[in-house]
């Protein structure tokens, strides 16, 4: 039986070893952290407007769960498909390492986006924001809301991806500020981005805490759980609430005054810039050093800049959803 | 001796007990423990929150508690759920006057459809149940993938009528506990006071017996996962409802703690054994960990290693009750 | 002429793929009889009782019930018609309590809601029990019962659903001899209050004990039907086993040699405690009491499968410690099971695996399985013991019971054995291989061998012992040589200050 | 040869001992049908992608889903047994996440690695003790409660942080290629399928491992340490999947206590689709090797055309259940 697989194998490697390798043109892969996060999916969208402009054929990958495991495999199929860039949400910075340098090797430029990978893995990095101005204004702006003194707690995610801790250093430099010597973090808790766990890190938020003034969320899942329970205890005005939330899953308690506003920056307009991005770096127009520049289509011109030992790209300051403007938006992501 | 020994296992009635009452003990000086540290545990507002949360892991143990009677093991009820809960939602966020009743029917009669599935493999075709529901496990959840093109149903697509499934209450207690004591009553009546219930043990006792008693097994086995996708469906509408969005990895891996409540509880993964007072107190215990262990500031990444290690426990300590009170520990086996 | 018979089976066949299970077989039952039901093992009377119960239909055929033509088709068919069988291997829920057991798929409901009258079950558990005479209590659980107790609640549920017709299928195999005894009173008791019954069984004592008429299959075929009293033993026995059986216990002239083991003041907490006997070469120690006097445990630790806690084992002199199965089969003991089906054997696989599987060491070499010296030696070993199969690849479920006892010998004789402990060799087993496997035993004794036969058929215990040891609640209640031993000595012994 | 005790017996009865050839029952059996899915599986995906049907995306292939693999081997002989072992994954990722932290900690590469491995050797040791010492508790309960557990202890840990930052030639095991062509993991995964072949096919322990599945009681009375070997092959699993977690932390040149999560599942597929019945007893190395590689090599071609994961999610389902219903219909049931 063995010989006979094994024989198998080797006539159907020979049958077309001479297998066609029909070099194609312009593919763009956008690899996600999973399937069915709606922030993700409007990025993909974004992605795909960039690309088409741009006359070439979008990749989009999602695994079903998670996972570094899964993107590998997919960044080895796509090595294997022969793209030309992958642009990567990672769902680990430094575990992709091997499987991006890889397909750098093999000549296929490679950006990450949202959630960064080290940058000896990536060539550019196409940021949302500035982490440092998205952790100060989740301070200022919940410093408002409770009028400046009063304690406060983060409900964070799995904080496995780096952003959320990077977020939250910087907020705890923001209260280093004397004029929040009256704001008191008292604990980051974290909901692992799951909805259950999020609600009950909330509650227990609630209870070890009966003066909690304030609660900042920086994370889609945690923000969205927590705006539900406030509304279910009709805590109103008592316990306020900000954070990075979408504007579809938060109309509601915008508009209810639960949370009063919150940020966001434009995921559709991060997936555009990520496809421009990784069209330059297949033109050659760039190469992911600081100091260069191309035109991103209808975001205009974007420069490449220094970023710790990488490079990035930024796309703007993060944007304020407040009961103004949020019926607008609540339709489009 | 087998004078001596059956004298011994004369209490084997009673090892039932003293496990549900040593259960109950260890849930009481837990209780104890967790006030000590925290006196916000066991205050109204604070049991009100942890049934409620515990509420729809106790619909679908439930369910489970039939399926483990029968020697089964159902995996596919997260996907289960996931699949009711995304379609009732969508549904809802297309029609926002359904009444809050009538997607409760649906995302159970979508429950059902899928256990029913289940029930037919494992019945009808004999596959095995730990293989039919990782497979259906894997399709239920490739469809919601497919159905809701990635998207969540968020909660302003959503009626308050049908986010009131979950947040309302009756009498000044919430409604999931409401629905979940209904559950449990139906459920006690049917498992101890109708013939159909009874042959759901006669079943898991000895399948050979049952066949040759003139018990149809295979309508039983199918009854039973399909009583398991109802319960599991209903749990997708209230999920939904209680967490107001409906996302395609909701509930992902869920069945493992519903398996793990069922253990505690006393039911016997080789079947024919588990009674509901026993899954209460079992799921009533998973309940509590879950609930006390952030309210006593347990670090996160310590509470999988906790709950891990008193499953454990559990199981070995009322393995050794058992052995104890002297039932045989001969290697024969049953059937 | 046939109403007076209230079941009447005509010309049945039933084929399995491959084989007839029946072949044209007959039978009428008598209102009020009891008829008995013989055969060797695999004669079909299994089949033919799960035609009745409507568990297999009838490819050919036909059934009367008190003269009407009827069909079964299901078991609830046959249970609606007051045909009741109590099975061969209980069917009792292990899990669950008497009352239940009694009336699993006919609880008394409430006709308005439908809801069990669980009082009322009790009750009616009871009574039942009560008119059997038996007196535990029906809440208890099923699999605390003795076999001999589950054999009264399984004929408990078949009074409770007014049965007509009760099919008892070898309910004496696992009974000892009082609790046959009890069992004899209550069939009649049944059959007093106008009960029809099949009772099948390898016992001849039960038949002349019980039945008016006897039916025997062989075969798959109908053989005849004889009025208990109108048929020698002799006649019967060619009847069902198709030939002449001289003689059933072959005791032949042997030399009892010297001491091989020798036991002192064994103890296993619970089972057994202060078992001492010794055992020399050639002689066959006969070990009877009631089932569950300890005897199966007390084997059970002299071949390592539980542990004993305390005592002394000499073998051929020297002290040794025996904690595994692999320390009793290194010194040369050997041990065929009490159930082959379930100890013995492995019915999936094929005969020459099955029989090198307690020698693998003598089939490979450093691990390393050489399967043409496993082959040889399940040809020479499966031709030595006269196995009925084509083929050593045959699988051991297609074998006979018989056969399939050969098998478990011919796994015996892979070891260099010394001392063979055989428990309960003939239980289930019929007349035809019962004789083999006495001829086997005394071939061994005559050549040396040393041999503990564990059984509780008296006959055999006289018949093939040299020396009785008596076993109760776990001791040796009596040491005697058969010369001087009979049934009453014995009896008392096994019983000695029991009520 | 003739030992004392036979010379009693002589009957002249001759039982055959050759094997009678039977086509329709060599073609009946369940590798065949494999071959058949496994060519098919080839066939469509070189139809689907131009990429696919290339010697170098054949081997590489390999290298995304053989690290599961490894414990694929083990676990065949765990369902032999009609036990489970799902605690897997949570080995894996306890093993590599101890090997990370104490490497990280000062240790030297080589002796991290041989820790890996003995964490993952404890870990199977105690599923193994366990279920050997309560034989009240079944496999699944108790791999259940260990996994939570395992799982639990590398969250306690390296809480939600990741640890790497191994030296290069670790990377070999997961990337590196021999000749610049053949994966190193698949000429690793190939050595360890022919020694576990040989072991369950060629050996008495392989022969034991069937007795117990397929009887423990009788393997038992037979003289079968029926405990030491399931200690063993329990044992055996935890190594295999400390192998794999090995291989997994070299692919991913970093861990965290959350990797692996799902493996057993994909791990019981593998051997399930391979046709190694979960009521024990049954089932070749053969057709498991084979169900590797169908699955492996369909949902790498799968992925190659970028069908959404959620799809192959579906079509690894009902490829599961469709087979064991083939199976069922063709073969019959025994669980009646």
Known sequence: MKKIIIGMLVLLMLFTVVGAAAAQSGKYALVVKSAGNPFMEKVREGFENAISEVGGEAIYKAPAEPTVEAQIIMIEQLITQRVDAIAISANDPEALRPALQKAMSRGIKVLSLDSSVNPNSRMVHVNQADPEQIGRVQIQGIAEMIGGEGQIAVLSATSQATNQNLWIDWMKKELEKPEYDNIELVKVAYGDDLRDKSVSETEALLKSYPDLKGIIAPTTVGIAAAGKVLTDRDLVGEVYLTGLGLPSEMAEYIKNGVSPWMYLWNPIDLGYLAGYAAEGLVAEEITGEAGESFTAGDLGEKEVIKAGEGTEIMLGAPFRFDADNIDQWKEVY | ?335 | MSDQYILELKNITKKFPGVKALDNVNFQLKAGEIHALMGENGAGKSTFIKVITGVHQPNEGEIYLNGEKIEINDPNDSKALGIAAIYQHATSYPHLSVTENIFMGHEKIDSRTKRIMWGDMHQAAAKHLQELGADFDPRRRMSTLSVAQQQIVEIAKAISTKAEIIIMDEPTASLTKTESEDLYIITEKLQKIGTSIIFISHRFEDMYRLADRVTVLRDSKYIGTWGVNEVSNKDLIKAMVGREINQLFPKTEKEIGKEIMRVENLSRKGYFKDISFALNEGEILAVTGLVGAGRTELCESLFGIKEYDSGIIYFENKEVEIKEVEDAMNLGIGYLPEDRQEQGLILDWELDKNISLSALDKISNRGWIDRKKEKNMAKRLAEKVNVKARSIFNLASQLSGGNQQKIVVAKLLTSDLKVIILDEPTKGVDVGAKSAIFEIMSDLAAQGYAIIMVSSEMPEVLGMGDRILVMRNGEITAEMDVEEADQEKILEAAMKAEK | MENKLEKGLTFNRKIKAEKEFNLKDFFLQWEWLLLLIFIAIHIMNSQLSPYYLNTYTLLDATMTFLDKAFIALSMTFVIIFGDIDISVGSTVALSSVIMAVLYNAGLSMPLAIIVCLLVGITAGFINGILIVKFKELSAVIVTLSTMILYRGIAYIILEDQAAGGFPMWFNFLGWGYIKNLIPVILIAFSVAAVIFYLLLHKTTFGRKIYAIGNNDIASLFSGVKVDKIKLIVFTLNGFMAALAALFLTSKMGSTRPNIASGYELDVIAMVVLGGVSTSGGKGRMIGVLLSIFIIGYLRYGLGLVNVPSQVILIIIGALLIISVLVSNLLYGNKSE
């Not at chain 2, 489970?64 to 759920?81: E, N, P, Q």
Request: hydrophobic share 50%.
């Open chain 2, 1 to 335: 001796m087998a004078e001596k020994s059956s004298e011994n296992r004369m209490s084997l009635e009673r090892i039932q007990q003293i496990r549900e009452f040593s259960l109950i003990g260890f849930i009481i000086i837990l209780s104890i423990f967790v006030q000590f540290r925290n006196s916000n545990f066991l205050t109204m507002a604070n049991l009100d929150d942890l049934l409620t949360n515990t509420a729809i892991l106790s619909i679908l143990a439930v369910g489970m508690m039939m399926v483990i009677i029968t020697r089964g093991i159902d995996l596919s009820i997260g996907a289960t759920l996931a699949l009711s809960g995304m379609l009732t939602s969508m549904l809802v966020s297309v029609y926002p006057a359904l009444h809050p009743l009538a997607a409760l029917l649906i995302g159970t009669l979508i429950g059902f459809v899928s256990g029913s599935i289940i029930g037919l493999l494992v019945a009808k075709f004999n596959i095995l149940p730990i293989i039919a529901t990782l497979g259906m496990m894997n399709v239920f959840r490739g469809i919601t993938f497919l159905i809701s093109g990635g998207k969540w149903v968020s909660a302003y697509q959503m009626s308050d009528s049908f986010k009131s499934i979950s947040t309302g209450s009756i009498l000044g207690i919430n409604n999931l506990i409401v629905i979940s004591i209904f559950i449990y009553l139906v459920f006690y009546y049917f498992i101890n006071y109708t013939r159909t219930g009874r042959k759901i043990y006669a079943v898991g006792s000895s399948p050979k017996s049952a066949k040759v008693s003139g018990i149809n097994v295979t309508k039983i086995t199918w009854l039973v996962y399909s009583i398991m996708g109802s319960l599991a469906g209903l749990s997708g509408v209230l999920w939904v409802s209680k967490f107001a969005s409906a996302q395609s990895n909701t509930a992902s891996g869920y069945e493992l703690n519903v398996i793990a409540a069922c253990v505690i509880g006393g039911i016997s993964i080789a079947g024919g054994e588990g009674k509901v007072t026993g899954l209460l107190s079992g799921v009533l215990l998973y309940g509590i960990l879950e609930n006390a262990l952030p309210m006593i500031n347990v670090s996160p990444f310590w509470q999988n290693a906790i709950q891990g290690a008193v499953i454990l426990i559990a199981v070995v300590v009322s393995a050794l009750i058992k052995r104890k009170t002297g039932s045989s520990n001969k290697i024969r086996r049953e059937d």
